[in-house]
């Protein structure tokens, strides 16, 4: 195994590396509303991913997070591997507590995770983001940017709303950067998001994107009772802001502020 | 003996490395109300450590320290031992003047007071920190986070409060969550105190309990001395508070702040 | 080809290097107005620049740039080079998204895009700034430095202003400033810009200097009607200013605010 | 020659190294009322000293500094020696447009300076720095901390203060602290100033205290003037302050704030 980058410590399972056929790789950094990591951790959990490697960055926050268990650990980001039965389909599914804290490691963490998917012969990587719009909407959409023409040109009939400008910023951009320039395809999905709550129902729109594209089907059930969850909980913060605007200017029906459109 | 990691310097006291046989690490950065490093300091000098290395670091403050007589030293941290006489326990005890100014100088001394620990087969790092709950107590409680769960279970029988949940960031989390990864165990125990006053009570309590488990004994008088300062120290402070808040509302007869639960 | 500095990877152009006579650098960097980056785009444009190489840096801002047809790539820094017909004279052509985020990795930027440029033998490098004043002007002035003095004298024939005291900060400094100590000639150029709007017309003034200095024509077309799209743009402010401070105050006419001559 | 640290870059003047017996090493980096500076400057100037090497470093202000004739050089620190005629004694002279901007790159440079001076066999380091008062008074004090207790106990005699606690931050501190970890002597004398301005008084002050300690003698008539320049200053500043107090608040007769007392 060649050594990790500086600052970078790669600690795989023991037994060896799986046998994977050109694995996908999704990833689902903490972010705004938790809306990539929230759907990339259903997918572990409900594929029964094994673990493949916890990667250490010293770049993470200086800090151990304290479990329920009262044991602590490092922060890390780790992926996991799904064969996925009988399917040709493999997966590799990104999960993490942090991303780095500075520019230059978040570059260097990057080529890491795509040195880590090449020795599996990646040939797709998809990054799942939250499309800040600062407001609550029924229907969440999906954004999507990619490395390529041909995959932003299917987008129109996967219901994707293809970015056309800005910049998406932190591991979810350099991840499909870096791996372009490799010549491996990234698409980034957004899940639409106001910013204000965990997302679960964005979280379940961009999966459900996302499975598509990939041909991989996975029990919904845990992450559609979660986005109900959320749904309850936008319908209370509404109620309550419409009754604090009701007291405030009576005329005033709506507390919409406008769309902020920022990517996280 | 190998080079250290870049940006740290360690300098070994001349004569050889003493033997000694799998000691306990126990450390006591500067934090919060001093009350790891016044706890480490007071067993360095009850137990007349002797000096082992001293570590320095170009991410610790750009500065030197002057000390009374006129003379000035560079910023350091420094590891001394005790084989403690006849038994069979001995101790690497760490104090020092500062952390790092960047978390990847943090992880890097964390690992680099591993590597020092591992010359003598330390199998356990102690740090000693404190909980900041911005009240003042009569009588300290003691938190602690391990890497393992049996050292957790064990907490209950020392009267140590479990942590089930946030972080400990710094050094004071960094050493066990680095050592846990070299398949050494690691134990915070953290001394509650307000935040606003050096704490030599909390700093005799979180002592108390750390000889308790590692078996040694010391004359406590000293810091006992110390301890009752801090008291009295605390009554006068709780006493203008009082009558402050008498002059200002006279139902009001405490003055608590609400528990603010950080650790540092 | 030797390594790249760290954090700093070059992906030339397959085919091999051209064949260049000892070319100039050019550097457009973005920064205040556009004004370098600006004259630099429209020469390689006008040239039929080819393209030479792409430098990648981690100190670049973190994040992918989405184009208007979707796909989105990693910042960067690029090379042209021009051989321009059949005259004797041939150009490198720097234009890019970004300068590198800190002190160190500027310097390390400079270092390896003056490497490139001495590949070819560069012997002379121009970096074309903008000269800040806070105020809109009829006619921009050109303000310059150099590394030696016999460029400097040869300013006055060429209505260049010469600095002589404060400094150039970032790359259009640096450049300059490690070309110098490895032999070879440095000049920036500064187009005199309120620091208010992105300024073709002050972008065109600094274009027509140096190519002046260099030798080189190019169509103006496209850089002149931009600059009459800037005019127009500065006439509407300073006609709503105007406006503003009638109403604030009626006998005030003008609304100049005094040169602040600061550099970007 | 072995290569510098990373990001320090040291060209030294052609023709090899000069001859020099065991000299003192004396830093005047720029600092707070350009005390230590301004009195480094002076000796290099009295004693013709000859330039020795300029020393770069990627973590000094990413800029050029453009001169009265229009050319204009990266920062830089440079150190100069003097054989001083017929004496015994030779001096290395230290000056410099800035300190580095971080604290690893500070560290680094102490110690490039060091290895510098050792190739000459240099026992002792003088750091000349600012000690600010935010007064103005009659005679500046000279303060002196040192890295042994005998050059301490040597302070008295020569009308120095020692100073018994705090800390000198930045390159006049870590130079003797580092100094000392290689059994380098090291003073650092301060000179007391008001912060306010550039003070060639204390400057002056300072100068004398070193030249009676190394046993030199310049001409100080320069120094001297722009000393009474000084003079004339702050007493002009101090009329107009007690011109606008006297406005303010007719008893009141002076404008001291109380002494800050740190280094700089």
Same mark, same amino acid.
């Given at each position: 195994?060649?050594?990790?980058?500086?600052?970078?410590?790669?600690?795989?399972?023991?037994?060896?590396?799986?046998?994977?056929?050109?694995?996908?790789?999704?990833?689902?950094?903490?972010?705004? @509303?938790?809306? @990539?990591?929230?759907?990339?951790?259903?997918?572990?959990?409900?594929?029964?991913?094994?673990?493949?490697?916890?990667?250490?960055?010293?770049?993470?926050?200086?800090?151990?997070?304290?479990?329920?268990?009262?044991?602590?650990?490092?922060?890390?980001?780790?992926?996991?591997?799904?064969?996925?039965?009988?399917?040709?389909?493999?997966?590799?599914?990104?999960?993490?507590?942090?991303?780095?804290?500075?520019?230059?490691?978040?570059?260097?963490?990057?080529?890491?995770?795509?040195?880590?998917?090449?020795?599996?012969?990646?040939?797709?990587?998809?990054?799942?983001?939250?499309?800040?719009?600062?407001?609550?909407?029924?229907?969440?959409?999906?954004?999507?940017?990619?490395?390529?023409?041909?995959?932003?040109?299917?987008?129109?009939?996967?219901?994707?709303?293809?970015?056309?400008?800005?910049?998406?910023? @932190?591991?979810?951009?350099?991840?499909?950067?870096?791996?372009?320039?490799?010549?491996?395809?990234?698409?980034?999905?957004?899940?639409?998001?106001?910013?204000?709550?965990?997302?679960?129902?964005?979280?379940?729109?961009?999966?459900?994107?996302?499975?598509?594209?990939?041909?991989?089907?996975?029990?919904?059930?845990?992450?559609?009772?979660?986005?109900?969850?959320?749904?309850?909980?936008?319908?209370?913060?509404?109620?309550?802001?419409?009754?604090?605007?009701?007291?405030?200017?009576?005329?005033?029906?709506?507390?919409?502020?406008?769309?902020?459109?920022?990517?996280?």
């Amino acid at each position: 195994m060649l050594p990790s980058r500086p600052g970078i410590n790669v600690i795989y399972s023991s037994g060896g590396l799986p046998e994977l056929n050109s694995p996908y790789l999704i990833c689902g950094f903490p972010g705004s @509303g938790y809306v @990539g990591k929230m759907a990339v951790d259903h997918l572990i959990e409900e594929l029964h991913a094994k673990h493949l490697a916890d990667i250490y960055c010293t770049s993470f926050p200086p800090q151990v997070l304290i479990r329920s268990d009262g044991t602590a650990d490092l922060m890390k980001n780790t992926i996991f591997y799904s064969k996925n039965g009988g399917s040709n389909i493999s997966l590799l599914l990104l999960t993490g507590d942090s991303q780095p804290g500075n520019p230059d490691s978040e570059y260097l963490l990057a080529e890491e995770i795509l040195d880590i998917a090449a020795k599996f012969n990646t040939s797709h990587v998809f990054t799942l983001a939250a499309y800040i719009t600062g407001v609550f909407v029924e229907k969440p959409r999906i954004f999507g940017t990619a490395t390529d023409t041909d995959i932003v040109t299917s987008f129109g009939d996967r219901n994707i709303s293809t970015m056309d400008g800005g910049s998406i910023t @932190g591991m979810n951009g350099l991840i499909i950067g870096c791996a372009k320039l490799r010549g491996i395809g990234g698409t980034c999905l957004l899940g639409e998001t106001s910013g204000y709550v965990v997302d679960a129902r964005a979280s379940k729109s961009i999966l459900d994107t996302l499975l598509s594209i990939v041909g991989v089907r996975v029990d919904m059930k845990n992450l559609e009772q979660r986005a109900k969850d959320t749904e309850m909980l936008i319908q209370t913060i509404e109620q309550q802001m419409a009754g604090r605007m009701g007291q405030q200017q009576q005329s005033s029906t709506t507390n919409r502020p406008s769309d902020m459109g920022y990517i996280s």
